[in-house]
């Protein structure tokens, strides 16, 4: 639980920022679209226990 935490973090800092980056330039509803999808791909992950070592090759 706490690497999880420890992930989250800045993660989360920096989806923050490239929401405020792109406030300005993009529809609301391209943002929220884009972090639906985010959210999506990494409960997958985390449902699958999908790791950067897994995805290249190396258990």
Do not use: D
Not at 30 to 50: C, M, P, Q, T
Request: hydrophobic share 65%.
């Amino acid at each position: 639980m706490n690497k999880n935490i420890i992930l989250a973090v800045p993660f989360g800092l920096l989806a923050a920022a490239l929401v405020l980056f792109f406030a300005g330039s993009l529809p609301v509803e391209a943002i929220v679209g884009f972090a639906a999808v985010l959210v999506v791909l990494r409960i997958a992950a985390l449902e699958y226990r999908i790791t950067w070592r897994s995805l290249f090759g190396r258990s």
